[in-house]
Nanobody
Framework: VQLQAYGGGLVQAGDSLRLSCAAS????????MAWFRQAPGKVREFVAGIGWSAGSAAYADSVKGRFTISRENAKNMVHLQMNNLKAEDTAVYYC???????????WGQGTQVTVSS
């Protein structure tokens, strides 16, 4: 599967932003999807994930209550709604996919999110 993330930008603290990830392939509905991010000088970290059936979602503690992950299997899309953004959310955001349990095998190119305080 090929992934392309978009929707990043420069916003102010407290603003909202919605990231989207378009996936190729006819088996998108079989993949678990996730968003990761990497801030300058830091390791890439998990942000949010959603199961193939969209029946379960998980979030990093730092974004719980502010970010919501969703997916549209019919459109091969996954989204990340980010509300009440903070300066520490500044990072390159990547969407990722996997089949089954374990590491994410497929990665998009990343989209920059910059939050000014």
């Amino acid at each position: 599967v090929q992934l392309q993330a978009y929707g990043g930008g420069l916003v102010q603290a407290g603003d909202s932003l919605r990231l989207s990830c378009a996936a190729s392939g006819r088996t998108f509905s079989k993949y678990d999807m996730a968003w990761f991010r990497q801030a300058p000088g830091k390791v890439r970290e998990f942000v949010a994930g959603i199961g193939w059936s969209a029946g379960s979602a998980a979030y990093a503690d730092s974004v719980k209550g502010r970010f919501t992950i969703s997916r549209e299997n019919a459109k091969n899309m996954v989204h990340l709604q980010m509300n009440n953004l903070k300066a520490e959310d500044t990072a390159v955001y990547y969407c990722a996919a996997r089949t089954g349990i374990g590491s994410y095998h497929y990665w998009g190119q990343g989209t920059q999110v910059t939050v000014s305080s």
